[in-house]
C-alpha cells in the first residue's frame, strides 16, 4: 500500500470512532496499518522520521494509547520487555501471536483461536488472552 492509501484508511477507521482524528493518530496508525508483523515504539518512531513525519515520544505514545482504546490497533507484549504495537481494524477476537526467533518479528495469527477460549470453567469471563508461539516464519524457514 502507498503512503497516501494508508493514511486514506487509517482516516476511514478513525471516522468510526467517538474520538478527535489528528494527524498525529492518522500518522500512527498508517504505519501499523504499511506493515504485517507487530512494531515497537522505537520502530514506529523511525519510520515516522523517515517518512518525515513531525511527532515527538509523548504524542506517539498518546496515539498508541488511544488507538488501543478504539480498539484500531492493539499491544502484544514483546519477547524482550515493552510493547509491540500491531492493526487490527478488523479484529476483535482473541488470538495468538507468533515471534520468529530469527528475524525477531512478532505476527498476529487471526485464524488461529487458542483452546482454552471455549473450554474455561463456568463463571469465569475472558476479556484479553496472551499466546506466544516461538519458531520461524515462513520467510526465515526457506533460508
Known amino acids: 500500500m502507498t503512503l497516501e492509501h494508508t493514511r486514506t484508511l487509517a482516516r476511514t477507521l478513525m471516522a468510526q470512532t467517538q474520538g478527535r482524528i489528528t494527524n498525529a493518530r492518522i500518522n500512527t496508525l498508517s504505519i501499523l496499518l504499511e506493515h504485517d508483523a507487530a512494531l515497537s515504539h522505537q520502530e514506529i518512531e523511525t519510520r515516522a522520521q523517515q517518512q518525515g513525519l513531525p511527532f515527538d515520544r509523548v504524542t506517539l505514545y498518546r496515539a498508541l494509547d488511544w488507538l488501543v482504546q478504539q480498539k484500531l490497533a492493539h499491544r502484544i507484549a514483546a519477547p ?7 492493526a487490527q481494524p478488523c479484529l476483535s477476537t482473541p488470538h495468538a501471536h507468533f515471534h520468529c526467533t530469527r528475524c525477531d518479528h512478532v505476527y498476529c495469527l487471526e485464524n488461529l483461536q487458542p483452546a482454552l477460549l471455549f473450554s474455561l470453567p463456568a463463571g469465569y469471563q475472558l476479556e484479553s488472552a496472551a499466546l506466544s508461539l516461538q519458531g520461524l516464519c515462513p520467510v526465515c524457514s526457506t533460508k
Open 80 to 86: 524482550e520487555r515493552g510493547w509491540l504495537y500491531n
